[in-house]
């Protein structure tokens, strides 16, 4: 019966309220195929970046014979007298044959040795190479050329990836989280689930936390599978991919925030799912680009911001430039990686105060 | 149990709803009344956390759903316009992630999703997605997700609005039984005949004012007009009409044909027995003297008419 509702004493806090959201968020993600959307996107743009480059030519590994090595005279002050650059990348130095005027010299004769350039960045640019052959004597008169297996670097594999992972985290930003608050007021299930004992802070967590926890499931996936082909392909990870994936969650989390910001203050659908997606994948960038232009580094942009994920991997991560040309100059910025985690983390706290803000105060009339 | 003091809410310069009080006992199924625009929906999206009100307390079990939302509404059910539900769920889900909110155990919640859905016949499609069900379908599981929890109050916002003939009758017939099992229910309707048939009250409200708020009997002896149908075996001739036009307790005639008028009166249960005599003397050839609408109807015509 009705008398004193059995129920009314025990509507749980507004914190164990927020899982039961997530909960049935994520099943409307599993159940509206978006989810299955995003990750079928996920993987067909790495299929496709994985595939054409053999396909049209460009393999991930190979072997080279009769390679010429560039042979310079080597610094005062290391026992070899000559240095040897190959005109390659990704050689992998256990296959390397050095052959001397035609005849090969075998590896362990004392005359030449392998060496990897990889731990010094400015070593690494200087000779264009990872891996170097020093020679004991002078063989600056010598005809020297080389055969060896190759095998595109981690860091260059990686990094055509990469290049996507921006433009995926912004399909999820749009796919869940554009339509998360105004499609409760435009397809009226606010009228549902508003007259609950439930606070809008809860609803807005709640929605939040399946939004991102959706979008990690892309992005994880994302990120999962470039190492795993990279271990494959490249035969190895580069060590700055976590550091890449760690960016991507804080980007997401950002534009998630401000997509759900976009959602409180629209009316429709529609208008907020479109704003979301043009705001980051043209309105932003092109606002960069201009700034940019300008000289002007927008650091404050968090669409500049979001280059961090992919230059992260980067060896040595890039520098700003300016390039004049007949009285114009040409600024090329990189975000920093401090201060594009900071802009980041203010655009999620900026967001998420404002979304509540007007969350608690939209009303569900007409 | 419901009480409103001093409502208000203002759109712009508009008053939606001004100084509203009211009153509902437990137990009490009170009908909320009044044209489009009168204020009824605002009222109850007051009441059920839609909007905020812009002054005056909306008290249920005495908390105050402006102030303490989560508090008050934890003893509520209610249903506001047609909501529409998550179109992923089936009926049993939809339960399930309410009950939930509500801090019901699963045990208790199985039991009343079936006791609910019984109520609101809607056993056989229970785990068919509510994505394809009808409005009338909806309109039932609305009701029974307001049901789950056995709250103390229920809030119907015109729970008849847009069903077909069936629908409305099955709708009224899980509210009669709701009444019976002692539910204090607060019931806006555009429907007066409903109202009639449902309700132990009714609050009349235009302009967001309460014009009037009593008993459905003592309502329907406010009503200071009544509709006649007088039908004649002979024709009617425009003289008869005239005559009757001069009788001093008529409002008004129409003529529907040449056999059959409506007489618009003042009056009491006496002065229809004087109308009949008069009429009669007038050589009308009486084999039909009937009312024509509810008395409630009447009242709130002849209310709404005034407060413009």
């Not at chain 1, 979008?215 to 190492?227: D, E, K, M, T």
């Not at chain 2, 801090?103 to 016949?121: A, F, P």
């Not at chain 2, 019976?180 to 009349?204: N, P, R, W």
Request: net charge neutral.
């Amino acid at each position: 019966m009705v008398e004193g509702s059995p129920h009314a004493q025990k509507v749980p806090s507004d914190i164990a309220q927020i899982p039961i959201i997530w909960r049935y968020e994520l099943l409307k993600y599993l159940r509206s195929r978006r989810l299955i959307a995003s990750l079928a996107i996920a993987f067909v743009v790495i299929g496709l970046i994985y595939a054409l480059p053999p396909l049209l030519g460009s393999e991930y590994s190979g072997s080279r014979t009769d390679q010429a090595i560039s042979i310079e005279r080597s610094p005062m002050g290391i026992p070899y007298q000559s240095i040897g650059t190959f005109n390659d990348t990704g050689v992998l130095p256990d296959t390397v044959k050095i052959f001397v005027n035609g005849i090969e010299v075998p590896r362990g004769s004392n005359t030449w040795v392998i060496a990897g350039v990889n731990g010094a960045p400015s070593l690494s640019r200087f000779f264009g190479t990872e891996t170097i052959v020093l020679f004991v004597g002078n063989m600056s008169s010598s005809n020297v050329t080389s055969s060896y297996e190759w095998r595109v670097s981690a860091e260059s594999f990686e990094g055509n990836f990469l290049g996507f992972a921006n433009l995926l985290i912004v399909i999820c930003a749009t796919f869940f989280g554009a339509d998360a608050i105004v499609g409760e007021y435009q397809n009226r299930t606010g009228y549902l689930m508003f007259p609950n004992p439930i606070k809008r802070e809860a609803l807005f967590f709640g929605k939040y936390s399946a939004s991102m926890t959706a979008g990690i499931v892309v992005v994880g996936l994302f990120y999962g599978s470039i190492a795993l082909l990279s271990l494959i392909s490249a035969g190895g990870i580069d060590s700055n991919l976590g550091l890449s994936f760690a960016f991507a969650l804080e980007y997401l989390l950002a534009i998630m925030a401000v997509a759900y910001f976009i959602s409180t203050i629209l009316k429709g659908t529609t208008g907020a799912t479109v704003l979301t997606f043009f705001l980051f994948v043209m309105i932003l960038p092109i606002i960069d680009q201009v700034l940019s232009i300008s000289g002007v580094k927008p650091t404050g942009s968090v669409s500049f911001a979001a280059g961090v994920l992919q230059y992260i991997t980067q060896n040595p991560y890039p520098v700003d430039a300016s390039e004049t040309f007949r009285r114009i100059t040409l600024h090329t910025y990189y975000p920093d990686p401090t201060i594009a985690a900071i802009t980041m983390l203010a655009y999620v706290v900026v967001a998420v105060v404002l979304s509540l803000v007007l969350f608690k105060r939209k009303e569900l009339a007409g | 149990m419901i009480e409103l003091q001093n409502l208000s809410k203002s759109f712009g310069p508009i008053k939606a709803v001004n100084n509203l009080n009211l009153d509902v006992p437990k137990g009490q199924t009170v009908g909320f009344l009044g044209p489009n625009g009168a204020g009824k929906t605002t009222t109850i999206k007051i009441m059920t956390n839609l909007i905020t009100a812009s002054g005056g307390k909306a008290l249920l079990q005495g908390v105050d759903v402006v102030t303490h939302p989560k508090q008050a509404l934890s003893s509520v059910g209610a249903v506001v316009e047609t909501p529409e539900f998550y179109p992923y769920l089936t009926p049993v889900e939809t339960l399930a992630y309410l009950g939930s909110i509500r801090g019901m155990h699963s045990d208790e919640i199985k039991q009343r999703s079936n006791d609910v859905l019984q109520e609101v016949k809607l056993e056989e499609w229970r785990n068919t997605r509510i994505g394809k069900f009808s409005k009338g379908m909806k309109q039932r599981l609305a009701i029974g997700q307001a049901l789950l929890h056995e709250p103390e109050i229920l809030i119907l916002d015109e729970p008849t609005s847009g069903l077909d003939p069936r629908g409305m009758v099955e709708v009224r017939e899980i509210i009669r039984s709701l009444k019976k099992q002692g539910y204090t229910i607060f019931m806006s309707s555009h429907l007066l005949g409903e109202v009639q048939e449902v309700c132990d009250s009714a609050a009349l409200i235009d302009h967001g004012k309460l014009l009037v708020y009593d008993r459905i009997e003592n309502l329907k002896g406010l009503s200071k007009v009544s509709k006649i149908e007088v039908i004649s075996a002979t024709e009617i001739s425009q003289t008869i009409v005239s005559g009757i036009r001069g009788l001093s307790s008529i409002r008004e005639v129409e003529t529907v044909n040449g056999h059959t008028v409506v007489l618009t009166y003042d009056g009491s249960d006496e002065a229809r027995a004087d109308l009949l005599q008069a009429v009669q003397k007038l050589g009308v050839r009486v084999t039909s003297f009937s009312q024509v609408g509810l008395p409630l109807e009447m009242l709130y015509m002849d209310l709404v008419k005034e407060s413009r």
